[in-house]
């Protein structure tokens, strides 16, 4: 996450995820930013959605003003602004920057996994690990690496994660990320939430499995037009 994606279009589907995720859950929640800085792209300008609240206020409309004042009118771009709101039910946050250095980057997930909560929202700039980019190698930051996920998961915390999808078909792909996300943890409730550009991935741990199920109910009534698809794997016996 940087600080200049803040209240664009993609923050606005994940800010709403979470809230209708989580609705029907007693849960505490920790979001790990998995921040790294801001740079001169143009990304994060995706806000034309804040001109047509007659499309997308309804979704949500408390976190749309919100998003919309923040925006439009303070013009203030970073989590802080949410993080001092109470629109994220039960949530703690872990800001730091996210640091490329292996042995760093260890010590961050170390302090991370220090803190409370029942499931971890991970929101790194691209998503899960590639092939061509190895952890401490400039721009490692911008992902998340299997054992990290593995790690969080042997920790008992259901972990979400936000995707982008790569230039390639985004059902095969949603697939495969599920199937890694399943291997991973041996989680027996996988499912995955993905709009046009994004994707979510959740691994719920079993005492977990039921009021996620809810909230991904809840999420398809919320959000079902602008959510195009969500899937869940079968359940397994573990």
Known sequence: MKNQYFGDINDYYKYGLLRALLRPASMDLLVGWMLTPDEGST???????????????????????FLSRAVQNDQRRGVSAIEETGLLPRASYF???????????????????????????????????????????????????????????????????????????????????????????SGPWISSVRTSHVLFLLAAQPEHAPPLEAGIEEVRESWGREFKEVQVLQPVEL
């Open 43 to 65: 990304d994060g300008r995706k806000t034309s959605y804040l001109d047509r609240p007659d499309r997308y206020r309804s979704l949500d409309p408390e976190l749309f003003d």
């Open 95 to 185: 800001s730091r920057f996210i640091p490329d250095g292996r042995n760093e980057r260890s010590g961050y997930f170390d302090a991370l996994l220090s803190m409370g909560g029942d499931i971890i929202f991970f929101d790194p700039d691209n998503g899960l690990e590639i092939k061509s980019k190895d952890r401490g190698h400039k721009s490692s930051s911008k992902y998340l690496f299997f054992d990290e996920v593995q790690r969080t998961w042997s920790s008992g915390r259901s972990v979400l994660i936000y995707q982008h999808f790569p230039r390639v078909g985004h059902e095969a792909y949603t697939k495969s990320r599920l199937q890694d996300l399943r291997r991973i943890t």
